[in-house]
């Protein structure tokens, strides 16, 4: 009897390690291309930091036309309007409901690690799509070179004043959503070719949180102290607005070619701010490939789904746009924000 007892209780503990070690879970949870979830279903959640601007439209667009041509079954598409807290909550939402791959646009870079760790204890694999998150396990990453990005910008505020004294050229910087490792990046891109022209300093750096109001304020007040700013760099066009009307209601809005013109320029290529350089308005917009961050996340989670390699890193392309090609590229059907 004895004998027989220590035989049950072997089997047993035999019957809790398998269940124990055969779960996933935990950051190592996704680390390789296994689909986890078998309930027949190809389910895909996209958790949005919102969806209110043209260009994350256009990215929401393009996410659900590749999960139709791409063979899932369930496409769920959640806007968090910008609260990290609803966002935790709504990827915490679709791992309850058997998502086999999240895609995060993280309304906060660091606020969002722990939705992130759900999913990894839940062996749920991640895509960060246009914004970059500080933590937790993700199987990929999805994004633009914005340090290039806010690079091309400031170099080619250079070359528009090549031949001017050292530092007379003098710039205003508006950052945008510290939150966004996409923003805080085009900044230091930003910082980083000013520091290339020996003719163009910043003189004033303003974090605005992407707030309008703020951001008119911040012009007309930088304006005061130095009225001999000569160019103005927003992390993203829909930014240029509140810049625009300050400078008109502070008598400082003159088009291009005008000698007392002030630069400005932006990333994201929405069909205004594309209209406004055929208009004279700005002077460069870095037009990134929405369609493409929104396509390329499904094509990632197919690609894990079907069992193949899925990379680390995905660049998407980024088309500078200026009143010198901005036809050009319109009429070669380039720009998503002319489409």
Known sequence: ?????????????VFVLASCTSGGGGESGTGGNEKLLNDGVDRIGFAMADVTGQAVQTEKTAFEAAATEMGFDECIVLSAENSVETQITQIRDLITRECDVIVIYSADADGVVPAVQSCNEAGIPVVAVDRGISGGNIMCSIFSNNISDGRDVANYFGTLTSGEANDSVKLLHIIGNLSSTAQKERADGFRLGVENWGQMTIVNEVATDADADRIYNAVVDAFKTDPDIKGIFVPYDQLLSPVVSA????NKFYPVGDPNHVMLGAVDGA???????????????????????????????????????????????????????????VSSGMLWGKQ
């Open 271 to 329: 069909t205004e701010q594309l209209e406004w350089l055929s208009q004279g308005t700005n002077d460069i917009s870095i037009s990134l490939d929405f369609s493409g961050f929104g396509a390329e996340a499904v094509r990632a989670a197919r690609d894990y789904i079907d069992g193949k390699p899925v990379p680390e890193t995905i660049m998407t392309k980024s088309i500078v746009c200026t009143a010198g090609n901005i036809d050009y590229l």
């Open 247 to 250: 400078l008109k209601e502070i």
């Open 1 to 13: 009897m004895k004998k027989l007892f220590i035989l049950l209780l072997s089997a047993v503990m």
